[in-house]
């Protein structure tokens, strides 16, 4: 997108921020009509204790190099958690490098061991929510978690997707911010170009979270699906760094309905290939 293409990315993140804090959050009066979404530029620069003209300086570009102090302050008028703070500091540090090379995502012989002996869904993924490789829950779980598919534009564009998620405003916005954290400053990645600018062209969805500049990390978690078959799914979500890849599990409270509904699906796929399920052909061009 071209605010990250622009070289600016420290004053577009301000900017998109400033634009999501409401004067009232900021514990200003909302003065009547306002012309701009969230807070003035001025009022920015009041509330962290500097001058309008040096805000407006940080984000027009024109200075890259605002101290701890500053982005600090800024950090606080803007409400940033942890993530989105070191975010912040973050842009503020980065140095324009050489472009780099694409690198092929591995996943390890032993990780491919470990799928084939995990009886919940389990599935690794790149950088870029790339599937790499998956085991037969995986599939039977989500035919979308098939090596191939890319897990954030299955969720954009692929209505069946869309309905799997009981909730998928969330999950596209968490998914987006998350792709955003991984980016970091890494933007002259090939594969995140190729993801960015696909999902810009297609979806309408994706250009408005995009814009947002929101942060997430997506670890841990717990989520409800909606399985054709076995109906609603509350699953324990896990993400597990092994070397460059993710390994990501799911899987349910022991004794529970949806424990029951797993084995349920475990036995109508029980004739799963194991070759097709462990995605051992592909190393993907991340």
Do not use: C
């Not at 599937?131 to 954030?152: K, Q």
């Amino acid at each position: 997108m071209k605010d990250d293409a622009s070289g600016n990315r420290l004053g577009s993140y301000l900017r998109a921020r400033r634009e999501l804090v409401s004067p009232a959050q900021a514990g200003l009066p909302s003065g009547g009509r306002r012309r701009v979404p969230g807070l003035r530029r001025e009022e920015v620069a009041l509330l962290a204790g500097i001058s309008p003209d040096y805000y407006l300086r940080l984000e027009r570009g024109r200075d890259k190099n605002p101290s701890s102090q500053v982005l600090a302050s800024l950090a606080r008028v803007l409400g940033l958690d942890d993530v989105e703070r070191t975010y912040l500091l973050g842009l503020a540090a980065a140095r324009p490098r050489a472009p780099r090379r694409m690198r092929p995502e591995h996943v390890p012989a032993r990780v491919h061991e470990l799928l084939a002996h995990l009886q919940i869904p389990a599935f690794v993924e790149g950088r870029a929510f790339d599937v790499l490789a998956s085991n037969p829950m995986a599939l039977a779980l989500s035919p979308r978690l098939r090596p191939g598919e890319n897990r954030l534009r299955s969720l954009l564009l692929d209505p069946e997707e869309q309905a799997f998620h009981q909730d998928w405003e969330r999950a596209t916005a968490d998914f987006v911010a998350a792709l955003r954290t991984t980016v970091g400053d890494d933007t002259d990645d090939p594969r995140f170009v190729e993801l960015v600018g696909e999902l810009a062209l297609s979806s309408g969805r994706f250009r408005t979270l995009w814009a947002r500049h929101d942060v997430r990390a997506l670890d841990g978690g717990t989520i409800t699906v909606h399985h054709p078959v076995v109906g609603d799914l509350r699953l324990h979500r896990d993400k597990l760094p092994v070397d460059d890849v993710i390994l990501v599990v799911y899987y349910p409270d022991k004794d529970s309905d949806s424990d029951e509904k797993l084995r349920l699906l475990a036995a109508l796929h029980g004739t799963a290939s194991d070759d097709a399920a462990q995605g051992r052909p592909a190393d993907h061009q991340g």
